[in-house]
């Protein structure tokens, strides 16, 4: 399903600078309705779909609610407080919890690692991302934010070597911190996302390397370490590529699309979890949207190659929601944006009766799943197409 170009070796990326030049991107969360263009505009400048599917790697530990599963990996010190914050959580006393939990945390990053025994950091964080998912869940992202970064930094200064566990917990706390780090109230700059994110991407890698030191690995036939899946890979490849294409560095993002891409979409699909299938094909989309999201106009070659991906990516999408007896909301989200986008693409290309086709497809699948933005969407799409037919 794939073209050569994709599946390529893979090295690890060198440190970039912060990039400020915007171009227009759409998430879920947001609107992905443009306004309709006015005649200055060019068609380039018209946006498309750009969802983002992905989750993040589990970052907690579980037996939080029975203490004999969990009282042997914390000295004293910890434990008492640990027990009394996880005792009001259970009895839904949040002010108290955090209040208990809290203070385990801040008592212990002061101890000596070698209290925790085995895999201290993984220990020692793990309280961290149970109080900041506390937090989220109470709707303060900054505190949760400022939280996950203190645990990040406390296992980035630890001064001994790390278990692939304890290495793979950093990789999940800065993928968090990518995550959050535009719903935040305060948010970071771009060069501070970015030095997140590349963070996240270099230990995955290497991670994926462990002894062998060879390099380039080829993310086609990549053979995962045990315990990591590939989503756990693929998240900090894309967000990386979504940070790049948001601030216009599409060199960068492009291949970290493509990346993912090799990962998650083998040869024969239909080997692949429908989940997977799914999310590669929304990344084919993805990288449509890259293709024409310039502030020139874009060529006719160019919007040829973006309606190539979209047309991979529809394919993708309506073969495996064939293949698979239960409805999927990453393949139905992927199919309302893939449907848009290749109305939009249609739309640039000056072929107004196809995009009106896919709009009204796309306004049909956002509105049997249930997808608001996607229904708003596909109909100001079509009542500018009916406008623009209508006009003298």
Request: charged residues 25%; glycine residues 6%.
């Amino acid at each position: 399903m794939l073209s050569s170009s994709s599946r390529y070796l893979l090295h690890i990326p060198r440190r970039l600078h912060a990039h400020t030049q915007y171009i227009r991107r759409f998430s879920a969360k947001s609107s992905p309705v443009p306004p309709p263009p006015s005649p200055a505009r060019t068609r380039a400048q018209i946006g498309i779909v750009c969802l983002s599917l992905f989750g993040v790697g589990a970052l907690a530990y579980g037996g939080w609610d029975a203490y004999t599963t969990w009282r042997d990996l914390y000295p004293p010190a910890v434990r008492v407080d640990l027990k009394l914050g996880i005792s009001a959580k259970n009895k839904g006393d949040r002010e108290t919890s955090l209040f208990y939990k809290r203070k385990a945390w801040d008592t212990a990053v002061t101890l000596p690692t070698e209290l925790f025994k085995s895999e201290p950091f993984l220990k020692v964080t793990g309280i961290a991302v149970d109080l900041a998912g506390e937090l989220e869940e109470d709707g303060k992202s900054q505190e949760a934010f400022a939280l996950y970064s203190e645990a990040l930094d406390y296992i980035k200064r630890a001064d001994k070597p790390l278990s692939e566990r304890e290495r793979f917990r950093a990789v999940s706390l800065a993928v968090k911190l990518g995550q959050l780090a535009e719903s935040c109230p305060n948010p970071i700059s771009a060069q501070e996302e970015e030095t997140i994110l590349v963070f996240a991407v270099e230990e995955t890698l290497k991670l994926l390397m462990g002894t062998r030191r060879q390099e380039p690995l080829d993310m086609s036939t990549l053979k995962l370490p045990r315990g990591l899946t590939k989503t756990d890979v693929g998240v900090p490849l894309q967000l990386l590529g979504d940070f790049y294409g948001r601030v216009g560095k599409l060199e960068y993002a492009m291949p970290l699309y493509l990346q993912t891409i090799s990962l998650l979409v083998p040869e024969n699909p239909n080997k692949a979890p429908p989940e997977d299938i799914c999310q590669g094909a929304h990344l084919m989309s993805n990288i449509a949207e890259l293709l024409v999201a310039r502030d020139t106009p874009s060529s006719e070659k160019r919007v040829e190659e973006a309606e190539r991906w979209a047309h991979n990516a529809l394919s993708l999408l309506q073969t495996t929601r064939k293949n698979t007896k239960e409805q999927i909301p990453t393949c139905e989200l992927a199919l309302c944006a893939a449907l848009f986008n290749a109305g939009m693409l249609r739309e640039m290309a000056g072929d107004d009766a196809r995009a009106r086709s896919f709009f009204k497809a796309a306004f049909q699948q956002s509105q049997s799943f249930g997808a608001e933005d996607g229904v708003d969407a596909a109909k100001i799409a079509m009542d500018r197409l009916n406008a623009k037919q209508n006009s003298p």
